[in-house]
């Protein structure tokens, strides 16, 4: 069966970072492309990032110049740099395949607050 665990959230100042780990699992044969999401009780998941087989990278307009996705294939590692958090970046964040998704893992939680 397909996994995923999310790790390192947890509660930092405005202008702060942190670096988000996604092991993957089970039936994932491999993360050549990824992505990570996030979610607010009682909003759809959304996605922040996403890194393709080639490298190329997306993100969502406000974490653009901010958070970074990178991968290790051979060790099936999915990570999310965040720097300069912001409040508004406080959510539940969790990584997937978006080309074919799999079970959501628990995520982690992301709280920027003074």
């Known amino acids: 069966q397909a996994q995923f665990v999310e790790s390192g959230g947890g509660l930092v100042q405005p202008g702060g970072s942190l670096k988000l780990s996604c092991a993957a699992s089970g039936d994932i044969i491999n993360i050549f492309t990824m992505a990570w999401y996030r979610q607010a009780p009682g909003n759809d998941r959304e996605l922040v990032a996403h890194?393709?087989?080639?490298?190329?990278?997306y993100y969502r307009d406000p974490v653009g110049g901010r958070f970074t996705i990178s991968k290790d294939n051979a060790k099936k590692m999915g990570y999310l740099q965040m720097n300069s958090l912001k409040p508004e970046d406080t959510d539940v964040y969790y990584c997937?395949?978006?080309?074919?998704?799999?079970?959501w893992g628990q995520g982690t939680q992301v709280t920027v607050s003074s």
């Open positions: 997937n395949l978006p080309s074919s998704l799999k079970p």
């Open positions: 890194i393709t087989r080639s490298g190329s990278t």
